[in-house]
């Protein structure tokens, strides 16, 4: 789903992921960002999605960051009241409930008074990443249910992300159903939470997907597409950007060179 033409044409000048706050700072002054995580560490040989992982030193710097410039961590779906962000809100969001995030992410995320929200796969609690194994990614522990206990005891929350992490759109509407109902039902019965906010697996989803979130109950749900939200962003249509490591490829570096000429 398109976001607005300004905010297009703003983010059209800015990176494709985040890696620090400069290049971002007028994009946040307009909305509440997102930021989207899912592994932290170093990575192991053989990554094929090497984007996929924030070194836990490039984490921490991150965070530090944001707090040093006054942003704030507020409970996960609250949106700033009017079409700016005066009161610097930001979400950090994982993705998948890896096991690096928890052993990375706890004592940076507490040092800096920083909450944020895991989006768990139901079925796979306590297994692997078996939907990356099968297209040949590195296997990586998924938090268990002792592990995810501790996250909630940090002040954190979490989501759902289906039972299995398929693409949404590419089976049949009672398969997605259970997907996205009976995935809340087993979180809240397994941790005695509430399971109010949801995340499209890749990023995949259309108006019926859409609306069989709303159908099960979820107050949000998030997607891929890049932007801030606003309190006029619809709540089951939440953009997120990407955090990772800066590329050193020949277009990334080409493209800063250019941005760097250009001022």
């Known amino acids: 789903m398109p976001a607005g033409g300004w905010e297009c044409q703003m983010s059209s ?14 994009l946040f002054a307009t909305g509440a960002p997102m930021l989207m995580y899912h592994k932290l560490g170093s990575r192991p040989a053989g ?15 991150q965070l530090g960051e944001l707090r040093q410039a006054g942003f704030t961590t507020p409970a996960y779906g609250t949106l700033p009241a009017d079409k700016g962000n005066e009161e610097k809100q930001i979400t950090l ?21 920083f909450r944020a929200i895991e989006f768990l796969v139901a079925d796979r609690i306590g297994r692997a990443n078996e939907w990356e194994v099968k297209e040949g990614e590195v296997r990586e522990p998924l ?28 089976i049949s509407r009672a ?5 996205i109902f009976s995935s809340k039902r087993k979180l ?11 995340c499209h697996p890749y990023g995949d989803w259309n108006p019926a997907v859409r609306d069989l979130v709303k159908e099960a109950g979820y107050a949000t749900a998030c997607t891929t597409e890049f932007g ?23 277009k990334a570096l080409k493209a800063r060179l250019a941005r760097y000429l250009a001022h």
């Open 93 to 113: 969001t994982f993705d998948d409930g890896f096991a690096n995030v928890l052993r990375h992410g706890l004592e940076p995320l507490a040092r800096n008074g």
């Open 175 to 179: 398969e997605a159903r259970e997907e």
């Open 47 to 61: 990554v094929r999605l090497k984007g996929l992982y924030v070194s836990a030193r490039l984490f921490e710097r």
């Open 228 to 250: 801030v939200n606003t309190a006029a962003t619809a709540r089951w249509e939440l953009k997120r950007i990407t955090a990772r490591y800066q590329s050193i490829s020949f």
């Open 13 to 26: 000048e800015l990176p494709s992921y985040y890696t620090g706050l400069k290049p971002f700072a007028e």
């Open 143 to 170: 938090m268990n249910n002792a592990q995810i206990k501790e996250w909630l005891a940090a002040g954190h929350e979490i989501g759902s992300h289906t039972l299995t992490h398929p693409f949404l759109t590419r």
């Open 188 to 198: 809240e019965d397994r941790f005695g939470v509430p399971i109010r906010h949801f």
